[in-house]
């Protein structure tokens, strides 16, 4: 067993990925930097915010509003995650590359609330996916690389929330 040094455990500190975590630049700006008090409901997509987790339920009737993270990125148009798809075999499969992906997104959302489709493109051979959160198109890209195989790259913006993934076949 690896002990720490002495130095560390006296601060009680213990190096590691919460502090890589901590440190790291990307944050979520649409996310709230502490737990709200009381019960709060979002009046576009009445999801609930009980003790800081956006959740589907039936809100208290004295909740109060605000829009979620997920209405708030989507009224801004301003994504997390963004796919490119594109290549003659995306194209001629676009139907069941497309079923995919949002079937990928339905199953992610009955968990996680937040993580959403907020729109999808065609434009000149290419299909573009934007989402609310970088785990979703994260999955996405996945999925579509474990069923068609295929070029799977991922890149983050440099110091924002943002990845991007670009999948070819």
């Known amino acids: 067993m690896k002990h720490p040094e002495p130095g560390n455990r006296a601060l009680g500190f213990t190096p590691g990925r919460r502090m890589q975590f901590m440190m790291d630049p990307r944050h979520d700006p649409y996310q709230a930097r502490r737990k709200p008090r009381g ?29 979620c ?12 995650g963004t796919l490119t798809i594109e290549g003659p075999f995306a194209y001629e499969h676009r139907a069941d590359v497309l079923q995919t992906a949002r079937h990928v997104a339905e199953q992610m959302q009955a968990e996680h609330p937040l993580q959403r489709i907020m729109d999808i493109e065609a434009l000149d051979g290419r299909v573009t ?3 609310t959160d970088i785990h979703l198109v994260q999955a996405i890209g996945k999925a579509l690389h474990h069923a068609y195989g295929g070029n799977l790259h991922y890149g983050f ?7 991007r993934v670009d999948w070819a076949a």
Not at 42 to 64: F, I, M, S, T, Y
């Open 39 to 67: 019960e709060l409901v979002c009046p576009d997509c009445k999801l609930v915010c009980r003790e800081g987790r956006w959740q589907h339920g039936v809100p208290d009737p004295h909740a109060h509003t605000e829009h």
């Open 69 to 80: 993270p997920a209405c708030r990125r989507i009224a801004d148009r301003y994504a997390a």
């Open 129 to 131: 996916i934007t989402t």
């Open 157 to 163: 913006a440099e110091g924002q929330y943002q990845l």
